[in-house]
């Protein structure tokens, strides 16, 4: 038979249980502290190296601006970034575009790049495909992400949730970036800065010329390019073609026809809508590619000089239609006045000077075969 432990034995085991679980209890504690200062200094570590790499993108791009190239230089289709160097430039300025050959982005960039120097600014110019928005959602978290002084982008009309200009506003002021969005047309219902000359100016000024050249015999198809107004006829071109042609009784419009993404697109809607309206005898283009298009059916068809073109814009294949009379006339957009007025605008903002609302160039070019009018 095997004897009971003693009442002594018994409290010298209950002694050591007590001091071992105080001993462990010690320890864990002390390895805790241990892993405390060790994920504090891990995290304080990763804070100061997120600041230098933030610091050496900024330098990275400071001195990517200090490179001999400039804007506008390069082969078509190349969309690596263009750079225009100031001496002692105090900012550094992105500017988003779409990788077109439209001369609205090249006089927006004339404009840019000329009021730059004397904003103290160095700016780098990225461009994306212009059906490509998720490129350009790319490098606007770039530039958020390399904490950029200021981003000058395109803002197509329609852009909805994280893409729209109140989005990327509050996105960029998150993150301490002058956010100037520029474009033709503010999009409906947002607020905040915007600059750019809307269509409604536009179809003023093209449905005046129509009325000078055909007065109240005017018979007007408009081709307006793809919009997210579902009626042609609420749009704010095809509204300025109306009131203009109200000072000419009898005048009217005929067909609004709208185009998609596409090279030919232009000159499918031109060819049809002409061929469904006989009755046309001027044709009101929104854009330089579907002004192109529209003259070209009158070449193809042999049909120049019976009606009237008033397209849109500048490019070399318009000026060589107005010299050789196939389009009458061009309405063009001031983008270089936008490009300029942007970087002012950037210049105010980081003054502390309250955002502007839209603003709006207030006169067009009117490009001829004679001329300007």
């Known amino acids: 038979m095997v004897a009971s432990p003693s009442g002594s034995v018994k409290a010298t085991i209950a002694a050591s249980e007590i001091a071992g679980s105080c001993y462990n209890r010690a320890g864990m504690k002390k390895i805790s502290w241990i892993l405390a200062i060790v ?176 007065g109240s015999g005017a018979r007007v198809g408009i081709i307006i390019s793809t919009s997210e107004i579902e009626s042609g006829t609420d749009d704010p071109l095809y509204r300025g073609v109306r009131m203009s042609l109200s000072g000419f009784p009898g005048a009217e419009i005929v067909a609004v026809a709208e185009t998609q993404a596409g090279i030919l697109s232009g000159q499918a809607v031109a060819e049809s809508m002409l061929r469904s309206h006989p009755s046309i005898n001027a044709v009101l283009c929104s854009n330089a590619r579907d002004t192109v298009g529209a003259a070209q059916v009158l070449v193809d068809w042999g049909d120049v000089g019976k009606v009237l073109i008033i397209g849109a814009d500048e490019t070399p294949d318009i000026q060589r239609y107005i010299d050789k009379g196939v389009i009458a006339a061009s309405v063009v957009r001031d983008s270089k006045w936008i490009g300029e007025e942007a970087v002012r605008v950037f210049s105010r903002l980081k003054a502390g000077e309250k955002a502007p609302a839209t603003v709006e160039t207030s006169f067009l070019v009117i490009k001829t075969k004679e001329g300007q009018l």
């Open 39 to 214: 994920f504090g200094l891990a995290f304080l570590g990763a804070t100061m190296m997120n600041v230098v790499l933030v610091g050496k993108a900024r330098a990275a791009l400071a001195g990517a601006y200090l490179g001999p190239r400039r804007v506008g230089e390069g082969p078509p289709g190349d969309r690596a970034p263009s750079r225009v160097s100031t001496e002692a430039a105090r900012f550094q300025l992105f500017v988003v575009i779409p990788d077109t050959d439209d001369s609205f982005f090249s006089g927006l960039l004339e404009g840019i790049s000329e009021a730059a120097p004397a904003a103290g600014a160095a700016i780098q110019v990225f461009r994306y495909p212009g059906t490509d928005e998720g490129e350009a959602d790319r490098y606007f978290e770039i530039a958020l992400r390399a904490k950029i002084d200021g981003l000058i982008m395109y803002a197509p009309r329609g852009r909805r949730g994280p893409s729209s200009i109140a989005a990327r506003t509050a996105a960029a002021e998150r993150n301490g970036v002058v956010f100037i969005p520029v474009g033709t047309d503010a999009p409906s219902g947002e607020k905040g800065p915007f600059i750019g000359s809307g269509s409604l100016l536009q179809g003023i000024a093209g449905g005046k010329l129509i009325g000078r050249f055909l």
